[in-house]
């Protein structure tokens, strides 16, 4: 590797449509284990070459708790993790990222990375990491373009144009995604790649290059990182000011009207996984070309992607079919049409439907909580917190709730009063009473909470005080 000093930028926004419902839109596919044992952003962050600064991860308020405990359980070393009060696509999120790379070393390289690609060759991407650095040195703009191994319509994609001394290419033009019949020529024509949207330049020369075509986008972000502030393990650039910045792709801002855009190709088996298809694609297939995770049965079944969180998915003389599995929603989808399951999310949008952003298993910071059951006036939850987590002092106007322990250690506030309960023993907390709960031990408090009332919405919470800095 270069002597220059490579800071990871890794963006951690999306989310996920097309992988519904494993994927929503307050658990992403970049947070979940799809592939590996471990999540797409663990993932990442484990194929990045040795020597690198920290990371800076760029992240939005409703993933900052996922996206921090995901970090922490990969690694002790402190990371940077930069809020967006609000997307404003990638050119204000790579400024941001730049800011801060360049406040802790004045060469920095920014490598830009999605939080959610799966890479199977490392070997092959860290020697087109190796070929970029030494490209963006000499102050070019450096994007990775993949070498393409079918004619895909889903994809942008990189004209080359003269090739350059350290093996990159001069960008010829970046286009729009094709029809198939152009698909097709490019693919022949062997001179254009896919638009992997994976970057690596100097940090200064970004912002230089911005400056200069969209100043409007510089000055917003600079103005958001000069009134940053620190907020537990997250950084928030001023809200007031980034909210101002406009809206726009790297790709728009800079790289399509730069001089200095070269493109270095990667023949490494990326796969950007946008689909079940995709998602197919990469995973281990067994004899009959079926992708099976979690309890299934599949007889005279070929060529599809069985996965099942919950119950035994069984399947008899099918071919080419998506079927998912979890506690609260089930999908059927021919494989071949599985682009198309954005417009289930989008008509459960539409119904004002949770299944469109929730699971039933809901992450908190404190730890997460399941819905196993559901009435016209009550709610039973399966709660786990954390060692040493706490949850909100807060109040209900409208449901009083029972607590029974499982296992572990409870401290219970309701109003003035507090108790330590452990297994079997249990709690109840009046309408309108104030309380909080604790778990000061050493091993996970597991619990079931009873709620009964004439609104059970999660609104209904009135929040006095918050270790974790929520409203």
Request: net charge negative; aromatic share 8%; charged share 25%.
């Amino acid at each position: 590797m270069s002597s220059a000093t490579i800071f990871p930028a890794i963006m951690c926004g999306g989310s996920g449509t097309r992988l519904w419902p494993l994927s929503r839109a307050l658990f992403p596919k970049q947070f979940l284990p799809l592939v590996n044992e471990t999540s797409m952003l663990q993932d990442t962050m484990q194929r990045l070459p040795k020597g690198c600064a920290s990371s800076v991860f760029i992240c939005n308020e409703e993933h900052r708790f996922l996206l921090a405990e995901q970090v922490r359980n990969l690694t002790d070393e402190p990371q940077t993790i930069l809020l967006e009060p609000e997307g404003r696509n990638t050119a204000p999120a790579i400024a941001l990222a730049a800011i801060n790379a360049l406040e802790q070393n004045d060469e920095a390289l920014l490598l830009v990375l999605a939080a959610d690609h799966v890479i199977e060759n490392q070997q092959a991407f860290h020697q087109a990491i190796t070929t970029a650095t030494k490209v963006a040195e000499q102050g070019k703009l450096v994007t990775f373009g993949i070498v393409p191994t079918h004619a895909e319509t889903g994809y942008g994609y990189i004209k080359q144009g003269q090739e350059q001394a350290l093996g990159s290419y001069k960008v010829a033009e970046f286009v729009e995604k094709p029809n198939e019949t152009l698909a097709q020529e490019y693919l022949d024509s062997g001179q254009y790649l896919w638009n992997s949207g994976m970057f690596l330049f100097k940090a200064s020369r970004y912002l230089e290059e911005l400056a200069k075509f969209r100043p409007d986008i510089l000055q917003a972000c600079q103005k958001s990182m000069t009134q940053v502030s620190q907020d537990l393990d997250f950084l928030r650039p001023n809200k007031a000011a980034f909210l101002a910045c406009p809206s726009e792709s790297i790709d728009y801002a800079v790289m399509e009207k730069t001089a200095d855009a070269e493109v270095v190709p990667l023949d490494a088996g990326w796969n950007d996984v946008g689909s079940y298809s995709a998602l197919w694609d990469v995973c281990q297939q067994d004899d009959n070309k079926n992708v099976v995770k979690g309890d299934i049965l599949a007889h005279s079944t070929t060529n599809s992607y069985l996965h099942s969180q919950n119950k035994l998915i069984a399947t008899v003389g099918v071919d080419n079919l998506v079927v998912i599995d979890t506690p609260d929603a089930v999908l059927v989808a021919n494989k071949d049409k599985v682009q198309d399951v954005k417009k289930i999310v989008e008509q459960l949008k539409a119904d004002n439907r949770p299944e469109s952003s929730l699971h039933r298993e809901v992450y908190r910071p404190w730890g997460k909580y399941d819905s196993i059951d559901m009435g016209e006036r009550f709610q039973v939850k399966r709660i786990t917190v954390k060692p040493g987590a706490k949850l909100s002092v807060q109040m209900h106007h409208h449901r009083a709730e029972h607590w029974i322990i499982v296992s572990g250690t409870a401290k219970v506030t309701i109003d003035d009063n507090t108790v330590l309960l452990s297994e079997n023993q249990s709690t109840f907390i009046p309408i309108g009473a104030v309380h909080a709960l604790e778990n000061p031990g050493k091993l996970p408090l597991e619990m079931i909470e009873v709620q009964s009332g004439s609104y059970l919405g999660e609104d209904d919470i009135v929040r006095f005080e918050d270790k974790y800095g929520r409203a």
